[in-house]
């Protein structure tokens, strides 16, 4: 009977220690850490880094001259402060290089005036400069187009409808406020599925009549008061890309010299991205036809298509009301660009190593392409900047990790997070079948995921790439276990405003890669400034939109985090695995 309740005593014992191992606070060095914040903002060097990289070496358009050099310059930058490792690994897609070298747009007849536009990426040039009549091909549908046939020859011609520029009543700068944070603070776990994007997204399978009600249904059901004018306009702006798509092949086939759309923005600033090859007609649902594939405007085969120009929102209006009006207008123009032979993206690597658990591995890291039309400076220089400054602020103290620390700077994320999901599947493991495409990247789900050897190694990966607001805490990303050991780790920098930890998951950066195949990825909350206002993808998204104390305040943290994550005694705590989704079938 004894030796029973000393063997119940010991298992109790086992049992109650434990779990006061789990609930332990989780250690962080405060000494390193107050060292690491002095040598971040009292001597931080992150802005230089950036005027640089910016200026000189931006924009960084995927598989482009300006890629390459500016890769040259950061890989030499990271040798010289005493990394380890520094090198190149290929990743997809195979692209042509493309820069622009030199443009110009401005209108001389009825009147002269410059006219503030840009190319879109990819697009092809025209030899010389050129003068032009200018065609509103003010057309909503097929039948309306054959009124321009035989018009367009030659001709710059204006694809979009008239852009209604209403005035700015709000700041477009603004940091997040306490209400706010609260409220991520207080928030439940997203369910998986469904939301708007599920609900859109099968559109391009149905039928125009087919299409057209579900909308009608959709928008009386979240806008019951909407009035007839209000659902057209709501419907005119989800089929835009459709129809856009059909002018550019019109614009093609009657061999138009430009075609130029209303740039997304206003004052003065271009949202710009990609030139668009229009795509096959997708077949309606239940003729059992399998979806084409994508064809991009960098790919290797990609077809001849239009040269395509975004031009302000204001100008733009202006021409077209000018031609409305009855007004012969020209345009002079020029558009040179230069190509090189299509070759793989890579992304950029570069440690410090590990001493006893050397074999294991911390990553940080943001994506080192742009879009051409500002510099790149806040998506994603100041990710590339942070992460390289929390690298130096590491190696100048002289630290001495457990762990390996690694930094990553990815390729062609802009392209759909391709460097990274690239790496991820060469080291660590992909899901397979499921579908494919981005939905295995959502924390899940999406196939059978496939690991290899180094799966088992990487503790976590921390990521930066929204803007240069500073960060006020961190995504959980759905791994509950993480809140202890974020809770202690922000701690120190409470005072700085980065306090906040939420259950939500955020999407469309590079940590999705890791999350997506089981491992701890994760995206810091920022401040959001102007980013989705003004520099998003813009030729506003230059040096002068970066905040230097919040730079200073972003690569410490990181530089933080991934020291602690270096010399925890444990891995970092992953979220229980989803279960695989099967392919989705039918018409569901």
Same mark, same amino acid.
């Given at each position: 009977?004894?030796?029973?309740?000393?063997?119940?005593?010991?298992?109790?014992?086992?049992?109650?220690?434990?779990?006061?191992?789990?609930?332990?606070?989780?250690?962080?060095?405060?000494?390193? @850490?107050?060292?690491?914040?002095?040598?971040?903002?009292?001597?931080?060097?992150?802005?230089?880094?950036?005027?640089?990289?910016?200026?000189?070496?931006?924009?960084?358009?995927?598989?482009?001259?300006?890629?390459?050099?500016?890769?040259?310059?950061?890989? $030499?930058?990271?040798?010289?402060?005493? #990394?380890?490792?520094?090198?190149?690994?290929?990743?997809?897609?195979?692209?042509?290089?493309?820069?622009?070298?030199?443009?110009?747009?401005?209108?001389?007849?009825?009147?002269?005036?410059?006219?503030?536009?840009?190319?879109?990426?990819?697009?092809?040039?025209?030899?010389?400069?050129?003068?032009?009549?200018?065609?509103?091909?003010?057309?909503?549908?097929?039948?309306?187009?054959?009124?321009?046939?035989?018009?367009?020859?030659?001709? @710059?011609?204006?694809?979009?409808?008239?852009?209604?520029?209403?005035?700015?009543?709000?700041?477009?700068? %603004? *940091? #997040?406020?306490?209400?706010?944070?609260?409220?991520?603070?207080?928030?439940?776990?997203?369910?998986?599925?469904?939301?708007? *994007?599920?609900?859109?997204?099968?559109?391009?399978?149905?039928?125009?009549?087919?299409?057209?009600?579900?909308?009608?249904?959709?928008?009386?059901?979240?806008?019951?008061?909407?009035?007839?004018?209000?659902?057209?306009?709501?419907?005119? $702006?989800?089929?835009?890309?459709?129809?856009?798509?059909?002018?550019?092949?019109?614009?093609?086939?009657?061999?138009?010299?430009?075609?130029?759309?209303?740039?997304?923005?206003?004052?003065?600033?271009?949202?710009?991205?990609?030139?668009?090859?229009?795509?096959?007609?997708?077949?309606?649902?239940? $003729?059992?036809?399998?979806?084409?594939?994508?064809?991009?405007?960098?790919?290797?085969?990609?077809?001849?298509?239009?040269?395509?120009?975004?031009?302000?929102?204001?100008?733009?209006?202006?021409?077209?009301?000018?031609?409305?009006?009855? $007004?012969?207008?020209?345009?002079?123009?020029?558009?040179?660009?230069?190509?090189?032979?299509?070759?793989?993206?890579?992304?950029?690597?570069?440690?410090?190593?590990?001493?006893?658990?050397?074999?294991?591995?911390?990553?940080?890291?943001?994506?080192?392409?742009?879009?051409?039309?500002?510099?790149?400076?806040?998506?994603?220089?100041?990710?590339?900047?942070?992460?390289?400054?929390?690298?130096?602020?590491?190696?100048?103290?002289?630290?001495?990790?457990?762990?390996? @620390?690694?930094?990553?700077?990815?390729?062609?994320?802009?392209?759909?997070?391709?460097?990274?999901?690239?790496?991820?599947?060469?080291?660590?493991?992909? %899901?397979?079948?499921? /579908?494919?495409?981005?939905?295995?990247?959502?924390?899940?789900?999406?196939?059978?995921?496939?690991?290899?050897?180094?799966? =088992?190694?990487?503790?976590?990966?921390?990521?930066?790439?929204?803007?240069?607001?500073?960060?006020?805490?961190?995504?959980?990303?759905?791994? =509950?276990?993480?809140?202890?050991?974020?809770?202690?780790? #922000?701690?120190?920098?409470?005072?700085?405003?980065?306090?906040?930890?939420?259950?939500?998951?955020?999407?469309?950066?590079?940590?999705?890669?890791?999350?997506?195949?089981?491992?701890?990825?994760?995206?810091?909350?920022?401040?959001?400034?102007?980013?989705?206002?003004?520099?998003?993808?813009?030729?506003?998204?230059?040096?002068?939109?970066?905040?230097?104390?919040?730079?200073?305040?972003?690569?410490?943290?990181?530089?933080?985090?991934?020291?602690?994550?270096?010399? %925890?005694?444990?891995?970092?705590?992953?979220?229980?695995?989803?279960?695989?989704?099967?392919?989705?079938? /039918?018409?569901?």
């Amino acid at each position: 009977m004894m030796k029973r309740i000393l063997c119940v005593v010991m298992v109790a014992l086992v049992v109650v220690s434990f779990g006061l191992a789990q609930m332990a606070p989780e250690k962080v060095d405060t000494i390193m @850490i107050n060292k690491i914040k002095e040598e971040g903002f009292k001597k931080s060097q992150v802005m230089d880094f950036m005027s640089t990289f910016s200026d000189v070496h931006g924009p960084r358009l995927a598989g482009s001259p300006d890629y390459k050099e500016a890769a040259a310059w950061v890989s $030499q930058k990271l040798t010289s402060w005493g #990394l380890q490792n520094v090198h190149f690994e290929k990743s997809g897609p195979v692209a042509k290089g493309w820069a622009l070298k030199r443009f110009y747009m401005t209108a001389i007849q009825p009147k002269g005036f410059p006219i503030t536009a840009f190319p879109k990426a990819w697009t092809p040039g025209i030899k010389g400069s050129v003068t032009a009549d200018v065609v509103f091909l003010n057309a909503k549908n097929e039948a309306e187009l054959e009124s321009y046939k035989g018009k367009l020859k030659g001709k @710059i011609v204006l694809i979009s409808g008239v852009r209604d520029l209403a005035a700015h009543f709000e700041a477009e700068g %603004r *940091r #997040l406020t306490d209400a706010e944070l609260l409220r991520m603070a207080n928030a439940g776990l997203p369910e998986a599925g469904g939301g708007r *994007r599920g609900q859109f997204g099968q559109f391009g399978q149905m039928t125009p009549a087919a299409r057209d009600s579900m909308m009608r249904a959709m928008i009386k059901q979240t806008q019951p008061d909407a009035d007839e004018a209000t659902i057209a306009r709501i419907i005119a $702006q989800r089929t835009e890309p459709q129809t856009m798509a059909m002018k550019l092949q019109f614009c093609q086939k009657e061999g138009a010299l430009v075609a130029v759309d209303a740039g997304r923005g206003d004052g003065g600033t271009i949202f710009i991205a990609s030139a668009t090859v229009p795509q096959p007609q997708a077949q309606p649902q239940g $003729q059992g036809a399998t979806p084409a594939v994508r064809v991009n405007a960098y790919d290797a085969n990609a077809p001849q298509i239009v040269p395509q120009v975004s031009v302000a929102g204001e100008q733009y209006n202006r021409l077209a009301r000018m031609i409305e009006d009855g $007004q012969k207008v020209k345009v002079e123009m020029a558009l040179d660009v230069a190509w090189t032979p299509a070759d793989s993206s890579f992304n950029i690597i570069a440690e410090i190593p590990g001493t006893d658990l050397k074999d294991q591995v911390v990553m940080l890291g943001g994506h080192f392409d742009s879009w051409h039309g500002g510099t790149g400076a806040t998506d994603d220089g100041t990710g590339v900047g942070a992460a390289v400054e929390a690298m130096r602020i590491l190696q100048t103290l002289g630290i001495k990790p457990r762990r390996t @620390i690694r930094v990553a700077l990815w390729a062609a994320e802009e392209e759909g997070l391709i460097g990274s999901r690239s790496y991820v599947a060469q080291h660590f493991g992909e %899901r397979v079948g499921g /579908g494919g495409g981005m939905g295995g990247m959502m924390g899940g789900g999406g196939g059978e995921l496939k690991l290899k050897p180094e799966h =088992e190694k990487l503790s976590v990966y921390f990521n930066h790439d929204n803007g240069s607001g500073k960060f006020r805490g961190i995504y959980l990303q759905g791994n =509950e276990a993480a809140r202890p050991i974020f809770r202690a780790w #922000l701690a120190p920098f409470a005072s700085m405003g980065a306090t906040t930890i939420t259950l939500q998951n955020t999407g469309g950066t590079d940590h999705l890669s890791f999350d997506g195949v089981g491992l701890p990825g994760f995206q810091f909350i920022q401040d959001p400034l102007e980013y989705e206002t003004r520099t998003h993808h813009s030729t506003a998204d230059v040096y002068e939109r970066i905040q230097a104390d919040d730079m200073k305040q972003a690569a410490t943290i990181m530089a933080a985090f991934v020291y602690n994550a270096a010399m %925890r005694d444990e891995m970092f705590p992953r979220k229980p695995a989803a279960a695989p989704r099967p392919a989705r079938t /039918g018409s569901n």
